[in-house]
């Protein structure tokens, strides 16, 4: 697709429950580099497609490379994954920072992963703020929840399956139902920043 040989709807796939998958294609070098003219030809694919989607959830990956910066400005809320490895933290920390010096953007969501309690995510959550705030008083960063540490978690993960279809019961499969609903509550409440939006088109047509 990204070589124009396919349109961007004969490569995406159907998982669980509805859920349409677009794959990034594992250990495929172009698309960790791609040019500006590929990331521009991608979102105007998104623009085409016939499918309504009621949310568009891109998983860029750790670090702060030029893709990871891209779609993170593209995209209309930003949820910052951190745990509380404090080079994870300083690495969330990082991410925050070149996103706002760069492109401006002030508003990010964090959600924190593989802890133990509600504590513990607190504890992430406090010293990110606080590490932001010594940069850029204006930041905001919300606070979304968090998800435990969970064996059955890696099970599924090796299993290749979704924990909520295997373990369902699972402290990690609750953590990820809580969070969708408080996102799903607070979906465009917030103030667009101005970025490009995916599905901008469509969005408007259908509001």
């Not at 933290?89 to 920390?93: D, E, K, P, S, V």
């Given at each position: 697709?990204?070589?124009?040989e396919?349109?961007?709807?004969?490569?995406?796939?159907?998982?669980?429950?509805?859920i349409?998958?677009?794959?990034?294609?594992?250990?495929?070098?172009?698309?960790a580099?791609?040019?500006n003219?590929?990331?521009?030809?991608?979102?105007?694919?998104?623009?085409?497609?016939?499918?309504?989607?009621?949310?568009?959830?891109?998983?860029?990956?750790?670090?702060?490379?030029?893709?990871t910066?891209?779609?993170?400005?593209?995209?209309?809320?930003?949820?910052?994954?951190a745990?509380?490895?404090?080079?994870s933290?300083?690495?969330?920390?990082a991410?925050?920072?070149?996103?706002?010096?760069q492109?401006?953007?002030r508003?990010?969501?964090?959600?924190?992963?593989?802890?133990?309690?509600?504590?513990?995510?607190?504890?992430?959550?406090?010293?990110?703020?606080?590490?932001?705030?010594?940069?850029?008083?204006?930041?905001?960063?919300?606070?979304?929840?968090?998800?435990?540490?969970?064996?059955n978690l890696?099970?599924?993960?090796?299993?290749?399956?979704?924990?909520?279809?295997?373990?369902?019961?699972?402290?990690s499969s609750?953590?990820?139902?809580?969070?969708?609903?408080?996102?799903?509550?607070s979906?465009?409440?917030g103030?667009?920043d101005?970025?490009?939006?995916?599905?901008?088109?469509k969005?408007m047509?259908?509001?």
């Open positions: 697709m990204i070589n124009g396919k349109d961007l709807a004969d490569v995406i796939v159907e998982g669980p429950e509805g349409l998958i677009i794959p990034a294609g594992s250990g495929v070098q172009e698309l580099h791609l040019t003219g590929q990331k521009l030809n991608l979102l105007n694919e998104f623009d085409t497609l016939d499918e309504d989607f009621d949310i568009f959830l891109i998983d860029t990956g750790a670090g702060i490379s030029s893709n910066i891209y779609f993170n400005i593209a995209a209309q809320e930003r949820i910052v994954v745990t509380c490895e404090p080079s933290i300083r690495a969330a920390g991410l925050v920072e070149v996103i706002f010096t492109h401006g953007t508003r990010f969501k964090l959600l924190v992963n593989m802890v133990n309690d509600a504590d513990e995510a607190r504890s992430v959550f406090e010293i990110l703020s606080d590490t932001v705030q010594r940069f850029e008083k204006d930041v905001s960063i919300e606070y979304v929840g968090f998800i435990p540490k969970d064996d890696q099970r599924a993960a090796r299993e290749q399956c979704s924990v909520l279809e295997r373990y369902p019961e699972s402290v609750k953590g990820f139902c809580e969070l969708a609903e408080r996102m799903l509550a979906s465009g409440n103030p667009c101005g970025n490009i939006k995916f599905f901008w088109r969005l047509s259908l509001h």
